[in-house]
C-alpha cells in the first residue's frame, strides 16, 4: 500500500526547533518530488517546500525561506523538515505529499500522509 | 491572502449541481494546469482532479474541472451528502517560483 507518515510534531516554545519526518512506503520513494504543505487551525492549506527525488533541486515558500530546511535520505525512504527560529504563525498540521507526473503533463500531489501537528506557544 | 482567490462558501441540495471558482494570474492558472482538492472534516486532502480536467482513478465523474484563462471552476453535479468538505484549487506559480492554493471553499449540502 502507497503511505506516507509524518512524525515529529509536538509543542515547542518561539525561537525553538523541531524536525519532523515523512516515512514513505508502497512506492520508489526516490523517483518522486516530495513536499510539505502546513494548515494553520481553521485555515487553508499552504504550501511550504519542495525537493526534487535526488535532493538536487529545493524550492521554500517566502514565509519559511532561512528558517526551514528540507531534506530526504532515499536510503531510508524518509523526508524530513527542519525547522529552526519557530514563530506562532508557524503553528498548525504539517502533511508531506507526494508529486505525481501525469501523462497529460502535469503535476499534482497525489499521496498524502495524515499529519502531524507542530504548536508554537510559550 | 492567498494567491488564487475561491468563494469561501457554497451550498447546494441534494441532487442540484454547484460550482466553485477559482481565480488567478497569468503567472499561476494563466500558464499551468489547476488541481482540486477535497478535504473532509478532520482529514487530509485527497486529490479531485489533476491538469484542469482530469479525474483520478476512483473519483466519480459528478466531478469535473474546467479551465478558461486565468480563472477555474469545479462543478460537481447531483451533490450528496458526503460532498460536505473544503475544497482547494492549486497550481504553480512561476513567478514565486513555489505551489499556490486558493483559501478554500467550504461547501454545504443543504
Known amino acids: 500500500e502507497v503511505q506516507l507518515v509524518e512524525s515529529g510534531g509536538g509543542l515547542v516554545q518561539p525561537g525553538g526547533s523541531l524536525r519532523l519526518s515523512c516515512a514513505a512506503s508502497?512506492?520508489?520513494?526516490?523517483?518522486?518530488?516530495m513536499h510539505w504543505v502546513r494548515q494553520a487551525p481553521g485555515k487553508g492549506l499552504v504550501w511550504v517546500s519542495r525537493?526534487?527525488?535526488?535532493?538536487?533541486?529545493?524550492n521554500y515558500a517566502d514565509s519559511v525561506k532561512g528558517r526551514f530546511t528540507i531534506s530526504r535520505d532515499n536510503a531510508k525512504n524518509t523526508l524530513y523538515l527542519q525547522m529552526n527560529s519557530l514563530r506562532a504563525e508557524d503553528t498548525g498540521v504539517y502533511y508531506c505529499?507526494?508529486?505525481?507526473?501525469?501523462?497529460?503533463?502535469?503535476?499534482?500531489?497525489?499521496?498524502w500522509g495524515q499529519g502531524t501537528m507542530v504548536s508554537v506557544s510559550s | 491572502q492567498s494567491v488564487l482567490t475561491q468563494p469561501p462558501s457554497a451550498s447546494g441540495a441534494p441532487g442540484q449541481r454547484v460550482t466553485i471558482s477559482c481565480s488567478g494570474s497569468s503567472s499561476n492558472i494563466g500558464s499551468e494546469t489547476v488541481n482540486w482538492y477535497q478535504q473532509l472534516p478532520g482529514t487530509a486532502p485527497k486529490l479531485l482532479i489533476y491538469g484542469n480536467n482530469q479525474r483520478p482513478s476512483g473519483v466519480p465523474d459528478r466531478f469535473s474541472g474546467s479551465k478558461f484563462g486565468t480563472s477555474a471552476s469545479l462543478a460537481i453535479s447531483e451533490l450528496q451528502s458526503e460532498d460536505e468538505a473544503d475544497y482547494y484549487c492549486?497550481?504553480?506559480?512561476?513567478?514565486?517560483?513555489?505551489?499556490?492554493f486558493g483559501g478554500g471553499t467550504k461547501l454545504t449540502v443543504l
Open positions: 508502497g512506492f520508489t520513494f526516490s523517483t518522486y518530488w
Open positions: 505529499a507526494r508529486s505525481y507526473f501525469y501523462v497529460s503533463g502535469s503535476f499534482a500531489f497525489d499521496i
Open positions: 492549486a497550481t504553480w506559480d512561476d513567478s514565486l517560483h513555489g505551489w499556490v
Open positions: 525537493i526534487n527525488g535526488d535532493g538536487s533541486r529545493i
